[in-house]
């Protein structure tokens, strides 16, 4: 029974007196026989017994205006796929859905508009866990198109796989101008919601004078400065945090000052706008897999995907880079066709497999080291080396450092910082 209390006024906004006083909000859904309010400040409270003094229907979102444009300011394109950024409570079940365009997103920070203005496209409206390789392509083809008219490019995401994402949009667009992303951990009708502060933060680096992919988002957990990172050295690494996202290996590139607006970059070595010229190479091959070993796992998980057709394997080994040495024979055999790369479930450090016999025997059979690259972006990497080059020029390519995915030295102190 979901509407117990409150059947028919479900998702309205309602003044009540209850308790000798006033409350006003939006009735949400119950599961019991209280009466349910959503107050302005974004808590819930139930109440047993109260008076209802007014009832009136929620402005519906498409109803927000058009944007006005202000000519002294660059204009950005925000494309908009889903997530908890473009998400609210949904009255009617109670649940939180993704249901807004990037218009309605600015219409609730209006502070971007004093940044920069907006031109806006809902591109998708889904959840980043059902995004797909197919995505990734259309996606590329839209931000493409936008670097050729606006300053900057923002991609409005959730956050669970917005590091693929990125680091698919970084090897599929050589960009000269500052592809954002950003997403929010809470949604923007709740009190704790990070959307405002990520969103004016990705609009200042947007305009920036960066010329890479980058992902935004909280520092910390105050409403004090965002994080960019480069979005080929990033992972989300808490399920719920406001400061869930870390750059591994590496540091941010900068930080972005809520109430100031500045930018304070950290990092030099970073690819500027106009430095490299606009091109799209959205090939990818979708037939490459990670796999995580853990002891115990046997070598035929590796023939079972060989069998079909899998041509790319990324391995997320034990430390340095081992698997059991079980899986060297398996190993030696498609290391004659296939792309296969090593890099570490430490996430932090650096592969080499240079130290130990299990190492040598695994570079001896033809696994490649993946240096300091996350797993995952080297499966990214790999997607779009074998959608765009034949085996032995991916076996090459990979482990070079194409766009920031590899560096030359882990520093000992990146590990350390907050
Ligand atoms: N799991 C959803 C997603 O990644 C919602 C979480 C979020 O946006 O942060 O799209």
Redesign the pocket.
């Known amino acids: 029974m979901v509407n117990a209390g409150n059947a028919n006024i479900t998702g309205k906004r309602v003044k009540i007196k209850a308790k000798g006083r006033i409350f006003e909000g939006i009735a949400m859904p119950s599961t019991t026989d209280s009466f349910v309010l959503k107050l302005n400040n974004g808590y819930n409270v139930g109440f047993f017994e109260y008076e209802l003094l007014e009832v009136k229907d929620v402005k519906k979102m498409e109803e927000t205006q058009e944007l006005l444009k202000n000519p002294e300011l660059p204009t950005v394109k925000i494309i908009s796929t ?4 473009a ?1 609210k409570v949904d009255y009617n079940t109670g649940a939180v859905t ?1 249901q807004f365009t990037a218009e309605e997103i600015v219409g609730d920070v209006p502070e971007v508009a004093e940044v920069c203005n907006i031109d806006a496209t809902l591109l998708y409206n ?4 059902n995004m797909k390789v197919q995505h990734w392509k259309k996606l590329a083809r839209e931000v493409y198109s936008a670097l050729k008219d606006y300053e900057g490019v923002i991609i409005t ?6 590091a693929y994402t990125a680091s698919a949009l970084a090897f599929m667009i050589s960009t000269p101008k500052p592809v954002v992303l950003v ?3 809470r949604s923007s009708d709740r009190p704790s919601s990070d959307a405002a502060m990520n969103l004016t933060c990705s609009a200042v680096t947007a305009i920036s004078d960066l010329g890479e992919v980058v992902v935004v988002m909280h520092a910390t957990t105050s409403d004090d400065y965002c994080y960019v990172h480069r979005g080929v050295k990033v992972r989300k690494c808490h399920t719920s945090r406001r400061d869930a996202f870390r750059s591994i290996n590496f540091t941010p590139l900068g930080k972005i000052d809520y109430s100031t607006r500045q930018i304070e970059w950290f990092v030099k070595d970073r690819f500027k706008r106009g430095e490299r010229e606009l091109e799209l190479r959205d090939k990818m091959e979708e037939n490459c897999i990670l796999i995580k070993f853990f002891p115990g796992l046997k070598p035929d998980i590796l023939d079972y995907y060989y069998d079909r057709g899998y041509r790319g394997f990324v391995i997320e080994g034990t430390g340095l880079g081992h698997v059991s040495t079980d899986w060297i024979d398996t190993l030696r055999r498609i290391c004659e066709d296939c792309v296969v790369v090593m890099t570490s479930q430490c996430l932090w450090g650096r592969v080499c497999d240079r130290v130990y016999d299990t190492g040598r025997y695994l570079l001896k059979a033809g696994v490649i080291e993946g240096e300091d690259m996350l797993p995952e972006v080297a499966l990214v990497k790999l997607m779009w080396l074998l959608g765009n080059y034949d085996i032995e020029d991916a076996k090459k390519l990979v482990k070079e450092n194409l766009v920031g995915e590899i560096t030359k030295s882990t520093r000992y102190w990146e590990f350390e910082f907050e």
């Open positions: 889903g997530g908890t950024i998400s993704s889904i959840l980043s866990e995401h959730g956050t669970d796989t917005m997403g929010a951990q």
